[in-house]
């Protein structure tokens, strides 16, 4: 095999296995859990924003979530700082979150657990494209180009 063509084939590898951009979303979706009570909340933090769970202010910097054609992943940049009265603010945690690992890199707090669940839009959108419609009327093919007059 020439060199030339171990080249190529190793571009072309390095093409079809080089994962596509993150997509940007504005709303982490975050599931809370009080560990005294038992309760389990669902926790939405606009990007930028802050938000309050418990004595917890959870503030997002940013939420990425994986393409349709790669493997599921939202991912979140937060940070956890505790408020607790005539006490100064604890920084908690700082860093990413990943919603299919969350032992990787987790609040570790006595009360409270926080678990990103998914990165969404405010306006409902996931970042897919659309599904196909099952009813809708199929599309009609194009008709053929005129020739050209000579």
């Known amino acids: 095999m ?4 171990i080249s190529l084939a190793a571009a072309t590898l390095a093409l079809l296995s080089s994962p596509a951009a993150a997509i ?11 560990k005294i009570t038992a309760r389990v ?29 790669e ?4 991912s979140a940049f937060l940070e956890v700082v505790e408020v607790k ?3 100064k603010p604890v920084e908690r945690f700082k860093g990413w979150m990943f ?10 707090h006595p009360v409270y657990d926080l678990t ?5 839009n405010a306006d409902g959108s996931t970042g897919e494209p659309p599904a196909a419609n099952p009813d809708a009327a199929p599309a009609q093919p194009a008709a053929p180009a005129e020739p050209a007059p000579q």
């Open 85 to 87: 009265p005539d006490e």
């Open 24 to 34: 940007p979303m504005d709303t982490v979706l975050l599931q809370g859990l009080d």
């Open 116 to 120: 990103v669940l998914d990165c969404v």
């Open 71 to 74: 493997a599921p992943e939202a």
């Open 2 to 5: 020439s060199l030339t063509r």
């Open 41 to 69: 909340s669902e926790i939405k933090v606009p990007v930028g924003g802050t938000v309050t769970f418990g004595a917890l202010q959870i503030t997002a910097r940013a939420c990425d979530k994986h393409p349709p054609e």
């Open 99 to 108: 919603a299919s690992s969350p032992a990787l890199s987790a609040l570790e």
